[in-house]
Nanobody
Framework: VQLQAYGGGLVQAGGSLRLSCAAS????????VGWFRQAPGKERELVGA????????YYTDSVKGRFTISRDNAKNTVYLQMNSLKPEDTAVYYC???????????????WGQGTQVTVSS
């Protein structure tokens, strides 16, 4: 499975962005997908995760109510809709895929290249 994350950019606080994670490989629908982010000087953290069937498995507390993960298996794409963005959401965002769910980086076998999200105050 190859993943490509895109859709990042510069946005003002309170704005919205939608990230996409496009996958190649016909078995993508079998994978759990997680969105991670890494801010400068900080460890990479799991933002949210979605099962192969579309069930939401996890959102980190800081994004609950603001971010939404969804997937379209027919398009081999997973989305991260980010609303009410805050400066502290600034980070490089990565999508990753795994055959079994995990909350740490080590659980994920395939990674996209990352897309920068910058939220200005």
């Amino acid at each position: 499975v190859q993943l490509q994350a895109y859709g990042g950019g510069l946005v003002q606080a309170g704005g919205s962005l939608r990230l996409s994670c496009a996958a190649s490989g016909r078995t993508f629908s079998s994978y759990f997908v997680g969105w991670f982010r890494q801010a400068p000087g900080k460890e990479r953290e799991l933002v949210g995760a979605i099962s192969w069937s579309g069930s939401i498995l996890y959102y980190t507390d800081s994004v609950k109510g603001r971010f939404t993960i969804s997937r379209d298996n027919a398009k081999n794409t997973v989305y991260l809709q980010m609303n009410s963005l805050k400066p502290e959401d600034t980070a490089v965002y990565y999508c990753a895929a795994a055959l079994t769910y995990g909350s740490t980086q080590r659980a994920y076998d395939y990674w996209g290249q990352g897309t920068q999200v910058t939220v200005s105050s």
